[in-house]
């Protein structure tokens, strides 16, 4: 009888400790961090900001290139680059892919910042800093290439340069995306372009441009989050962004943008007016959105 006690006693032992084992495996794989952060992608908008302002053509636009390939790359995406000259200027559209070959959503932003703070009453010939109008979208981008992470259906994370030049020695708007759509052969399932959405008073409104019913699939996702204070059921602005030539071609697009930005192409658009919240809202919503249309 005390040899089969101790027998059991051992074969409890040893269960117990498997399960402590495999107890101790589970925890970590469950920490491991798989949902949108906005802290991380607050972290991402002062990196960007720390280059110093980033035009298209300038040695911190060249950096920022440098560090939106690798940040995709560590992440698992299949990295692209599309370079073309416009104005004597080599512009440069990076381009992340995940998820195989169909068609694709595309979630965008662009990197570039404006080479003159035109709306600056004290300085309006220098660069402007970019961190809502520039360094906010992308950092949302960049943090979606981790939260994302694994893609079963196409999904593009696509890098526009050369958007925030217009009016400035003849060039236009949305120079990069406008390329983009003209040289894109794969009809998209929906594109989302993210501008401007850092604002700690943060209100985005329906954009009169945008194609309604997949704005409407976004507002709703939003709304099931608790949202419905940042994403307004309202239309309030119509307006020239990286969207259009992809409407232009007939295929589905929806700006998510705060317009109401008081620092818009100023020397205050700095750190310190972007909200980690409000990212986390904006990236939130588009992981949920992206899981109910792109991922089963």
Same mark, same amino acid.
Request: contains cysteine; glycine residues 8%.
């Given at each position: ?8 006693? #051992? ?10 084992? %495999? ?21 991402? #908008? ?49 381009? !992340? ?59 593009? /994370? #696509? ?33 989302? #372009?993210?501008?401007?959405? !850092?604002?700690?008073? /943060? ?7 945008? &194609? ?15 949202? &419905? ?26 700006? /998510? ?21 409000? /990212?986390?809202?904006?990236? %939130? ?12």
């Amino acid at each position: 009888m005390r040899k089969s006690a101790l027998l059991v006693t #051992v074969i409890v032992i040893a269960l117990a400790l498997i399960l402590i084992w %495999a107890g101790w495996g589970r925890t970590k794989i469950s920490h491991t961090p798989t949902a949108f952060d906005g802290r991380r992608a607050y972290d991402w #908008v002062t990196a960007q900001c720390d280059l110093g302002p980033r035009p298209t053509g300038s040695d911190a636009h060249q950096k920022l290139k440098q560090l939106i390939r690798t940040a995709l790359q560590e992440n698992g995406w299949q990295v692209t680059s599309q370079t073309f000259q416009h104005q004597g200027t080599t512009v440069e559209n990076i381009i !992340g892919k995940a998820g195989g070959a169909g068609q694709p959503i595309i979630l965008a932003a662009h990197y570039d910042t404006r080479p003159k703070a035109d709306r600056d009453p004290d300085n309006p010939t220098a660069p402007i800093p970019g961190a809502n109008d520039g360094a906010s979208g992308t950092a949302v981008l960049l943090e979606l290439a981790r939260a994302l992470r694994p893609v079963r259906r196409p999904i593009w /994370l #696509v890098f526009f340069d050369a958007e925030d030049r217009g009016e400035i020695a003849g060039w236009d708007w949305s120079v990069g995306a406008r390329y983009f759509a003209q040289q894109l052969d794969t009809a998209p399932q929906a594109v989302v #372009v993210v501008d401007m959405i !850092g604002d700690a008073d /943060l209100q985005i409104y329906l954009e009169e441009n945008s &194609t309604p019913a997949l704005c409407q699939e976004i507002w709703a996702v939003a709304a099931e989050l608790g949202y &419905t204070d940042v994403f307004i059921q309202r239309t309030r602005w119509r307006i020239i962004d990286d969207h259009l030539p992809f409407i232009e071609r007939g295929w589905p697009a929806c700006l /998510l943008i705060d317009f109401d930005y008081p620092y818009w192409h100023t020397h205050q658009d700095t750190p310190d007016r972007v909200s980690p919240e409000s /990212l986390q809202r904006v990236g %939130a919503v588009l992981e949920r959105w992206v899981e109910k249309s792109g991922r089963p």
